[in-house]
Every structure is written in C-alpha cells, then in structure tokens.
C-alpha cells in the first residue's frame, strides 16, 4: 500500500514539473521606478528581476513592455551604462498569459497589434547596458510587466 501511494505521490510530482515546463516555465518581469513628468518619461528595469532564469511563473497574466525605437532625442535626463536612454516611447498591453508569448515573433506581434508598426517587446539590453533605462511614457506602476533578454533563458518561450 505504501509503494502505490509513493509511486503515485511521485507521478503526480513529476506531472507537475512537466506541465510547469510545458507552460514555459518562468519568464523575466520589470518594473516602473519611476515617472518624470518634466521630461515626461519613465524609468523602468529589473527592481528584484531575475534575467538568467526568469522570476514570475509563465502561467501569470501580465501585461508586456513594448518599444518603439524612432531616434527620439533625450530631453535631458542623466544617462550611463546601467541608466540608458531608449530614443522612443513606450506602452503597456492589457495583461496576457506568459504561456501565450510563444516566441519573441508573437509578443512583437502582440505590439504591433495593439499600438502599431515598429513597436516591439522591450528587451533586457536596450539600448546597450541592461538593467534599467529611460523612455517616452507613463506606464502603470501598479503591476510588473513581461520583458525579453536575447543572451538568457528567462523568457517563457525557452525551455
């Protein structure tokens, strides 16, 4: 009796671990640190992220960080390697399942959908250093959102 219920404890244990691969995993969220409303620009970044494995469960519904890039010229905010400026806007889609961002071609498509040619999901590294930069808007800062890293595992569409 005892062998049935630990062979059926472990089934269930290991079913658990697949469908929690299956479902991606875990993916990478940032956060808004803060909104400068003389440049009208956001800081947002990492705040407690974890760029090499991903922080939030994939089967969390958040919404995804988009960019787009148009060369928007900095209008003054202090800038270096970790604190970079992003020459564009940005935007918050309504909140989807990490499982739905299949591949970083569906979340820039889910961008391009919701606010137009050139938009893409914001990725960890842009414009250069990584970890927190500067751009155009005023997203929520209310919840975290989904980000892509292009040198990691933590997006939801990796193993």
């Given amino acids: 009796m005892k062998k049935i219920a630990f062979t059926?404890?472990?089934?269930?244990?290991?079913?658990?671990?697949?469908?929690?691969?299956?479902?991606?995993?875990?993916?990478?969220?940032?956060?808004k640190d803060l909104h400068n409303s003389t440049y009208?620009?956001?800081?947002?970044?990492?705040?407690s992220c974890d760029p090499y494995v991903g922080d939030t469960l994939c089967t969390t519904a958040l919404p995804v960080l988009c960019v787009r890039n148009d060369a928007s010229p900095n209008p003054g905010v202090a800038t270096d390697f970790y604190n970079g400026w992003i020459a564009g806007h940005i935007h918050l889609t309504p909140a989807v399942l990490g499982t739905s961002l299949s591949s970083l071609a569906a979340a820039n498509?889910?961008?391009?959908?919701?606010?137009?040619?050139?938009?893409?999901?914001?990725?960890?590294?842009h414009p250069a250093g990584g970890w927190t930069w500067y751009a155009y808007g005023n997203v929520n800062n209310a919840t975290r959102f989904w980000v892509s890293i292009n040198d990691q595992t933590a997006n939801c569409w990796n193993p």
């Fill in 8 to 31: 059926l404890a472990l089934g269930l244990a290991l079913a658990s671990a697949t469908a929690l691969l299956a479902s991606g995993g875990r993916g990478m969220t940032w956060a």
């Fill in 40 to 47: 009208s620009v956001d800081h947002v970044g990492c705040s």
């Fill in 109 to 125: 498509s889910l961008c391009v959908s919701y606010f137009g040619p050139g938009y893409q999901m914001a990725e960890f590294h």
